[in-house]
């Protein structure tokens, strides 16, 4: 572990205590199981810092999209594999990112969304205990983005008692 370092990975809200918004972080913290929203924040962070990023690229280019997304075109090839953007998504588009779609690409997500477990919550606990692979390695970290490439290697674990089908807590079990 490095030390020194001691910035914080995300920012917190600048007014403490906004009902709306509040509800807002609750529901999204709730829906995509999220431990606190401490990680719903870091996600809000990586979309700003993406945002600004393409705001930099489409200002030097002085609004030119087209030589703003040659001057970004490792940025966009990066988006586009962990699948935030589509094929045909331009730099622009950046900008009309919501957060949904960043953590739509969590490995607790995508496991979810895979049938691996029946909520996101159960996702998240199988993804820590060590009972899922992605491309046949153990992942602990829930918030891992998944590459559109790795989709669909996102399993469980052979060694794992949930690989088998008649598991009491495997989703498709439970049906």
């Not at 809200?13 to 609750?26: D, S, T």
């Not at 953007?85 to 995508?110: A, F, H, K, P, W």
């Not at 491309?135 to 891992?144: E, F, I, L, M, N």
């Not at 590459?147 to 052979?158: G, I, P, W």
């Amino acid at each position: 572990m490095t030390t020194g370092n001691n910035t914080k990975a995300y920012e917190t809200p600048n007014h403490p205590y906004q009902g709306e918004r509040i509800a807002e972080e609750a529901d999204l913290v709730s829906r995509y199981g999220l431990k606190n929203k401490e990680e719903f924040w870091r996600a809000q962070s990586e979309l700003r810092n993406m945002r600004r990023e393409a705001r930099r690229l489409l200002g030097d280019a002085q609004g030119d999209v087209e030589a703003a997304q040659e001057a970004g075109s490792e940025f966009l090839t990066r988006l586009r594999t962990l699948g935030i953007l589509g094929e045909n998504d331009d730099i622009s588009s950046v900008l009309s990112l919501d957060v949904t779609d960043l953590l739509e690409r969590r490995l607790q997500t995508v496991a979810y969304r895979k049938g691996l477990a029946s909520s996101t919550s159960q996702a998240r606990q199988f993804i820590v205990h060590g009972h899922v692979t992605v491309d046949g390695a153990r992942v602990t970290r829930p918030s891992k983005k998944v590459d559109t490439t790795e989709e669909d290697t996102v399993a469980f674990d052979e060694t794992s008692p949930l690989a088998d089908e008649l598991h009491p807590e495997r989703a498709d079990a439970q049906e």
